[in-house]
């Protein structure tokens, strides 16, 4: 690679059904199965249950919001870290909405409210400031077009 050419992160998945939508609509399965090579994990996943899928099992719409507020999670340790603030928890109650009445329907926004646990000192401010760095350096915000929120609530231990 030269010096010039960027390289480019790649990250497989193969997902795998079967079945048959030939019993209709309704009584087709919709697990599924995905691997991510080349973590040995498989995951087995649904439709979310409004679109007749299994309500024990994850879906797409639930895995976005996760990518979502782990990636902003990872990124708010790094950007801490190296403001050598300690964040010792970090516990985040994320939403993702999807409007029925919205076509082609969407995920229009995804609002992540983490409960972050400091140990020392750090003005809000300050936190709040780090907050939105990681949100614009986190991959997966950057990705999406969903609007999304972060609402920060901080606490602080000696």
Same mark, same amino acid.
């Given at each position: ?23 209709? +609509?309704?009584? +087709? ?7 991510c090579p080349p973590v040995a994990q498989t995951l087995t996943l ?19 919001? @996760? ?15 190296? @403001?050598?603030?300690?964040? !010792?928890? +970090? ?18 926004? !995804? ?22 760095? @990681?949100?614009?350096?986190?991959? !997966? ?8 929120? !972060? ?7 000696d």
């Open positions: 690679m030269s010096e010039t050419e960027a390289h480019v992160h790649r990250y497989p998945a193969t997902t795998r059904w079967s079945g048959s939508t030939g019993v209709g +609509y309704a009584d +087709y399965d919709r697990t599924h199965r995905v691997d649904s439709s979310d249950p409004a679109f007749l899928g299994a309500p024990d099992e994850l879906d797409p719409e639930r895995l976005l919001v @996760a990518a979502a507020s782990s990636c902003q999670l990872l990124s708010f340790l790094a950007v801490a870290a190296r @403001a050598r603030i300690d964040v !010792i928890a +970090y516990v985040d109650d994320a939403l993702a909405e999807m409007p029925d009445d919205g076509r082609p329907m969407a995920i229009e926004r !995804i609002t992540l409210r983490p409960t972050v646990t400091i140990r020392g000192q750090a003005s809000e401010e300050r936190l709040r400031k780090l907050t939105d760095l @990681a949100h614009r350096e986190c991959f !997966i915000a950057n990705s999406l077009r969903s609007a999304m929120a !972060i609402e920060p609530t901080f606490v602080f231990v």
